[in-house]
Nanobody, 126 residues
């Protein structure tokens, strides 16, 4: 079972940037689609970004498109960078993993990812 650990969250002023990291307990670069989701207080889990095995394809939610990027290394880590942070980006950010590539309809669906980290809090002050 893949275990995921996120890091990099914190308190940031609006307009700032953050780089979140997620490290898996085993090699995931070639076999797993990795996703980032977030959940704000009182709201449902929201898709942020995903990256396919080998990083061939990336997918980004409209809410962060143009000011974010998802990447991965060749071993077991995935990264999410968000620039121009807004107060509405405040949430707990979760890393998730699923074996194999994801269909277009699945990469943004939280239920398609069986493995999840504990989350890292991102707070953006205005």
């Amino acid at each position: 079972q893949v275990q995921l650990v996120e890091s990099g969250g914190g308190l940031v002023q609006a307009g700032g940037s953050l780089r979140l990291s997620c490290q898996a307990s085993e090699r995931t670069s070639s076999d797993y689609t990795m996703g980032w989701f977030r959940q704000a207080p009182g709201r449902e889990t929201e898709f942020v970004a995903a990256i396919s095995p080998f990083g061939r394809d990336t997918y980004t939610a409209d809410s962060v498109k143009g000011r974010s990027g998802i990447s991965r290394d060749y071993v077991n880590s995935v990264f999410l960078e968000i620039d121009s942070l807004r107060p509405e980006d405040t949430a707990v950010y979760y890393c998730a993993a699923r074996a194999g590539p994801a269909d277009y309809a699945d990469y943004s669906t939280s239920g398609e990812y069986p493995y999840w980290g504990q989350g890292t809090q991102v707070s953006v002050s205005s």
